[in-house]
């Protein structure tokens, strides 16, 4: 499950698979196929945008910077770009807190 404590564990789960999904489509393996079918595969996952902003949140938070994609993507499903940033905020903090370094 992804590490949202304030989060019911169902949606903890939805979220672990929508990291997946939105990873897999947005820099991962099926990076080349059409965006209507991605931001399909996406929504088949959530429309909740707080869940599509927190995952949003953790690509931002990427510290490899690799995962652009993977935000546009989900902004695209219709993320709550405030809460992808809020929730950016605390996980680069905690990642930062655990000795994760940041170019920037």
């Known amino acids: 499950m992804v590490h949202v404590p304030s989060l019911p564990a169902r949606d903890r789960l939805v979220l672990a698979e929508l990291s997946g999904v939105a990873g897999r ?3 991962g ?5 059409p965006r ?6 996406v929504r088949a996952v959530t429309t909740d ?9 953790v ?9 652009g994609p993977t935000v546009d993507l989900l902004r695209e499903a219709g993320a709550d770009m ?12 905690r990642m930062e807190a655990q000795g994760t370094r940041y170019d920037s």
């Open 25 to 27: 489509y947005g820099h």
């Open 29 to 33: 393996s099926d990076r080349e196929k």
């Open 36 to 41: 209507d079918e991605a931001v399909t595969a």
């Open 49 to 57: 945008p707080t869940l599509l902003g927190v995952q949003a949140g």
């Open 59 to 67: 690509a931002m938070a990427d510290p490899q910077g690799i995962s």
């Open 82 to 93: 405030e809460t992808a940033a809020a929730h950016a905020a605390e996980v680069r903090a």
